[in-house]
């Protein structure tokens, strides 16, 4: 779950040129959409995620107990209502009467505890685990009812079932003890699975008996896969392409300054975050002093300029200013003399390093080369297709990465899986969550007292220690939050996201699009 404050929303909206939606007309039913993503989707089971791109695409057909509004709130979504016992173990979840899976069986709530189970079982290996851990015990008390009981108190309970802990599908619908499924079970979403070609496209039909009467009002949605952005954009422009997501900041700009007409773009304003992640298990950046050298080669307001014309806010933390968990940092500016001196106190003064990237951020990556060049660091850029540059993440076989993120309404939702020790993962060469590698027993302490604790000061001053532990140890370099924009041909009418750029929600998003024919 994302909170995002209405100062800190203004705050970015205020960096980016004008956008103005006009009240629309009534919606009409029926037509095709055809949306144009970067990613394939990378499995049809419902309890793993590999990427964004899976929860995005998952949020059309899978739902989850609570959802997220807009802003980052919680919102119902199967749970119709909720209440926490007084000494916050015990939370009691009423499940909506009369939702329908897509295979025509009714939702109850034995179907959520078999889910939430599922998630808890370690053979599983569902991303639920991480998020479940303190659960204690889950009781069905009647056919709508379910409680969970958490060891200790937790604070961001609610936004670990607003991250999808666990989709809800039909009870022994997935098997145990392996993460392929060959068909997508049945969800409650707005649209109904109807194909899967990998690398070319994903296709839904409109959900008759959704649970909200009203919507959908598309017929279908075919979810193609196209990874250049270019390549989307004209597509785009040729009627090929309904609306697509990730289009290049080249691109948006002739959108909003008239020059492409019959397109409109609506931004995800905290959509893109770049941070640079060190390898800090081998050399060379197990040493500190090398992470930091890069840390002060690096001048961030360039970077926007050259590799998002102009587009987006410096940062050098996880939180950028405005956010309720932004920490007060000493701020690392680019400094030439500093990273000379830095490199000499390292034996490296003649530095030479690798950075790990995905094809299609080319712009970006020239940008740090000549940065890093001019400050004495020799860069070499190591360019991938998106699924060999995730399979060399999880092995952890680069120097330096260009990665991503998003903003987290709760510094758990990030500070525990990716900085956290998980040193198994690592030597397995199976980095999910964390990484760089990093492991530091302090932060893991401070995490599991920041966890127990619901008085938000506290939390507050707890974290920042760990901000500053992160700061100074730099495992990765925070650089930039960036919108990323939708755009879309005018017949396109209703369409709305969130900060993140969802594909869809409860309130908002493709459930909610209407063709204008």
């Known amino acids: 779950m994302k909170k995002y404050s209405v100062c800190f929303i203004g705050a970015f909206l205020l960096g980016l040129p004008l956008l103005i939606w ?78 329908k899976f897509h295979n025509g069986a009714e939702l109850t709530a034995e179907d959520v505890k078999w889910c939430a189970d599922y998630a808890m079982d370690p053979k599983n ?11 204690k015990a889950i009781t069905v008390t009647d056919r709508y009812t379910i409680e969970f009981t958490l060891r200790e108190p937790n604070a961001v309970f609610l936004s670990y079932l607003a ?9 022994g619908s997935v098997s145990s003890g392996t993460d392929r499924v060959d068909t997508f079970p049945p969800g409650t979403g707005p649209f109904v699975f109807k194909e899967w070609r990998k690398l070319g496209h ?20 075919m979810v193609k896969v196209a990874e250049e952005p270019s390549v989307r954009f004209t597509a785009l ?14 691109h948006v700009a002739n959108v909003q300054n008239g020059s492409v007409r019959g397109v409109k773009a609506t931004p995800a304003p905290f959509g893109g975050f770049r941070r640079i992640i060190f390898n800090v298990v081998e050399a060379p950046f197990n040493n500190p002093k090398l992470r930091q050298a890069v840390a002060y080669a690096i001048d961030r307001k360039q970077f926007i300029q050259g590799g998002f014309w102009g587009y987006g ?38 530095l030479e390093i690798e950075l790990l990237a995905r094809r299609g951020v080319e712009d970006e990556q020239q940008v740090l080369q000549q940065q890093l060049s001019t400050a004495g660091i020799k860069l070499k850029l190591v360019v991938l297709e998106g699924a060999t540059y995730r399979e060399q993440q999880r092995a952890g076989n ?12 709760d510094p758990d ?105």
């Open 313 to 350: 806010h410096v940062t050098q933390q996880r939180f950028p200013q405005g956010s309720p968990w932004h920490f007060k940092l000493p701020e690392r500016e680019r400094n030439p003399a500093t990273v000379k001196a830095l490199l000499k106190e390292a034996g490296a003064p003649d």
């Open 22 to 99: 006009a009240q629309e007309a009534a919606p009409k039913r029926g037509g095709k959409l055809t949306f144009g993503i970067e990613r394939d989707i990378s499995t049809m089971n419902p309890f793993v995620r590999l990427s964004s791109t899976d929860r995005y695409v998952r949020g059309l057909f899978y739902e989850a107990l609570i959802d997220e509004d807009r802003k980052g709130a919680p919102i119902p979504a199967l749970a119709e209502s909720w209440s926490i016992s007084k000494d916050g173990l015990t939370y009691s979840f009423k499940i909506r009467r009369g939702v």
């Open 398 to 409: 680069f120097q330096m990465i260009l990665y991503g993120g998003d903003i987290p309404s």
């Open 237 to 250: 422009r040729a009627g090929d392409l309904d609306m697509i997501e990730r289009t290049p900041y080249a």
């Open 163 to 171: 991250l999808r802990a666990f989709a809800v599908v039909p009870k």
């Open 413 to 517: 939702d990030v500070y525990f899986p990716e900085y956290g020790c998980d040193e198994k993962s690592i030597q397995a060469k199976k980095r999910a969550n964390n990484v760089s590698g990093y492991c530091n027993k302090e932060i893991d302490r401070l995490l599991v007292e920041a966890r127990k604790i619901t008085e938000q000061k506290k939390r507050y001053e707890l974290y920042a220690k760990v901000a500053r532990i992160l700061h100074d140890d730099t495992p990765e370099l925070p650089l930039v939050y960036v919108p990323r924009f939708f755009t879309y041909n005018d017949k396109v009418k209703g369409f709305s996201t969130d900060g993140d750029g969802r594909f869809n929600s409860v309130s908002f998003g493709l459930s909610r699009v209407w063709i204008d024919r």
């Open 125 to 135: 290996g569902s991303d639920g685990l991480t998020y479940l851990r303190e659960v």
């Open 202 to 221: 994903v296709t839904f039909a409109r959900n008759k008996d959704y649970w909200q009467k009203d919507i959908p009002y598309l017929d279908e949605v």
